[in-house]
């Protein structure tokens, strides 16, 4: 009867009667069910049929009914038939992985097993796949793709801590592997380990500069765990970076985040420092090396406050304050009363390396953004020992050699890509003979004052009221708010407004006394003040004629304010 059934069944299916087919087939199956031929038969006319559910029903049957014959081999081949099938179903490919390894085959057997856990990571079945990736991993531990799938999976199920311990042990047979270095560094970041995520991120880095934004999310972590300090220095090491790649915005974000937690954070300080150094803003800069100074002072961080102190006065040479502190930071820590200044160019300590427990070649590569900063004052030494030997020393010529050496101390402190330094840490070999420039140098600036004032007390004399205004507005903006100035502008503001009384008391006199046959005589003081509001009128359109004595004290006078050309013409 089962032959007859078969052969009618056959018929059917030669025909293309394939559901007349199919129901002889499970008759016959009903009384013979370990038939493979049957079952076959059934899978194939299903899988004609697109019915992929009954068709992989009946390979399964088959796959089981060859395990149990002992034919593995054929078991595989049905098994992979029904992967072809069911390509989604992690469980087929379990089996096939199984079954590879029972035949031998053990790179099909990995790669089975690995294919099985994706597809249960993408059904979002972590702990099968983990599993399944583990499985892969017993048969090599040295696979990159199982381990890395299996820690991946570990991480995304909270296990991060077991996934650390096998990337320990995979660094120590690959060190160079960029993939676990970044793997390891999620797993710090997710255990919430800042120390270890940023020994992670430092070899990762090494490894690929490309991976430097991951600084960032260290920093947030340290942000997290309230290490300021720590944040401050992953920061810096990645500060670089964003200002070379245009993200400077996001470099201060990050330093007023440290800030808003502790205004006198000293390393976040520092950034802020190098922030508006290279943006060139002069007074933001000076601002922040202010702050700075004034939280090491209030840190008692001795060498932070001498170093802001020192670069306040190379912005902001005349500014008496920043030496007189200096000076009492000298004798409070029994040091010779210095203020350094560098006279040949030696590299600066970075403001994040000191902080680094450990080291590594990326700090020394690709991180430093203090370079080095000297400053020349050989020029204006010179200028000095000339003043104090040649009394007779034109004004104008130690002017010029003044600012010769001053300009060159300044373009020195340029860095390579055209910004200016800004921050060094102090040297402390040279403190004596700096100390002794400094005083040197603040004795000539008062010297210098000295001979401006006299100066501007001669165009006082001469009754130059408004151009002795303008110079001491020129020397204020020079020297800063100084008492001598002061004093004396208030000196000359009085006698001017006394002489301009006495000027408009006398005007009506001189109206009743005028006849219309002789020229009015003009007042050389009243003509001196008109000529000084217009600077730019050239002087033959005043009648200045005859007054010689005018014209020499004038021309001695723009011969001491270094005005060459005005003076000759006075002269003439």
Not at 398 to 419: C, D, I, P, R, V
Not at 547 to 561: L, S, V
Request: net charge negative.
């Amino acid at each position: 009867a089962i032959s007859c059934f078969t052969a009618a069944a056959e018929n059917y299916e030669k025909q293309g009667f394939t559901k007349k087919a199919i129901a002889i087939y499970q008759k016959i199956l009903r009384n013979k069910p370990e038939s493979i031929e049957v079952c076959l038969r059934l899978a194939h006319l299903y899988e004609n049929e697109k019915s992929f559910a009954e068709a992989r029903q009946y390979y399964t049957k088959v796959a089981e009914q060859y395990k149990k014959a002992g034919r593995k081999d054929k078991a595989l081949e049905i098994w992979k038939k029904i992967a072809e099938i069911d390509p989604h179903s992690a469980e087929v490919y379990l089996k096939i992985g199984e079954t590879c390894l029972q035949e031998g085959q053990k790179d099909e057997a990995i790669k089975a097993f690995i294919d099985a856990g994706h597809k249960f990571f993408l059904r979002e079945k972590i702990d099968q796949a983990i599993q399944a990736y583990h499985k892969a991993y017993e048969i090599d531990p040295d696979n990159l793709i199982a381990l890395s799938s299996l820690i991946r999976a570990q991480i995304k199920n909270g296990y991060a801590d077991e996934a650390v311990s096998l990337l320990e042990e995979a660094l120590n047979k690959q060190p160079y592997n960029r993939e676990f270095w970044a793997l390891l560094l999620d797993c710090h970041l997710e255990l919430e380990n800042p120390f270890q995520a940023e020994k992670a991120v430092i070899k990762l880095t090494e490894q690929e500069p490309a991976n430097y934004p991951r600084f960032l999310e260290v920093t947030r972590l340290y942000l997290k765990t309230s290490d300021l300090v720590g944040a401050a220095r992953v920061l810096s090491m990645v500060s670089e970076h964003l200002l070379l790649s245009g993200q400077s915005a996001e470099l201060l974000n990050w330093i007023e985040q440290i800030l808003a937690k502790d205004p006198e954070q000293i390393d976040a300080l520092k950034l802020l420092v190098r922030y508006y150094s290279y943006l060139q803003d002069e007074r933001e800069t000076q601002n922040t090396l202010e702050r700075l100074a004034e939280a090491a002072r209030l840190n008692n961080n001795t060498e932070e406050e001498k170093a802001a102190l020192i670069q306040l006065l190379k912005i902001a040479p005349y500014e008496v304050r920043y030496s007189a502190r200096l000076n009492e930071i000298a004798n409070k820590t029994s040091v010779p009363e210095n203020v350094p200044v560098k006279t040949e160019p030696t590299p600066a300590e970075d403001f994040h390396i000191s902080a680094l427990p450990y080291e590594s070649p990326i700090i020394e590569k690709g991180f430093d953004f203090v370079d080095s900063a000297n400053t020349n004052v050989q020029s204006f030494t010179q200028s000095l020992e000339n003043l104090q030997t040649n009394g007779n020393l034109d004004l104008v010529e130690s002017e010029q050699l003044f600012g010769a050496s001053y300009e060159a101390s300044k373009e020195e402190t340029l860095m390579e890509n055209g910004h200016t330094e800004i921050y060094v840490e102090p040297s402390e070999k040279s403190h004596a003979s700096d100390l002794q420039r400094e005083e040197e140098l603040q004795k000539a600036l008062k010297a210098r004052l000295s001979e401006e004032l006299e100066a501007v007390r001669k165009y006082r004399e001469l009754g130059g009221y408004d151009l002795a205004l303008k110079a001491l507005a020129s020397l204020e903006a020079e020297f800063g708010n100084v008492e001598e100035i002061v004093n004396l502008r208030t000196e000359i503001e009085r006698e001017a407004a006394a002489s301009l009384q006495s000027s408009q008391k006398e005007e009506p006199v001189k109206k009743e006394t005028k006849t219309p046959k002789k020229p009015k005589k003009v007042d050389t003081s009243e003509l001196f003040g008109d000529i000084i509001e217009e600077l730019g009128l050239e002087q033959e359109e005043v009648d200045v004629t005859g007054d010689y004595d005018t014209h020499y004290q004038m021309g001695i006078a723009y011969k001491e304010m270094g005005l060459i050309e005005d003076a000759i013409s006075e002269f003439q």
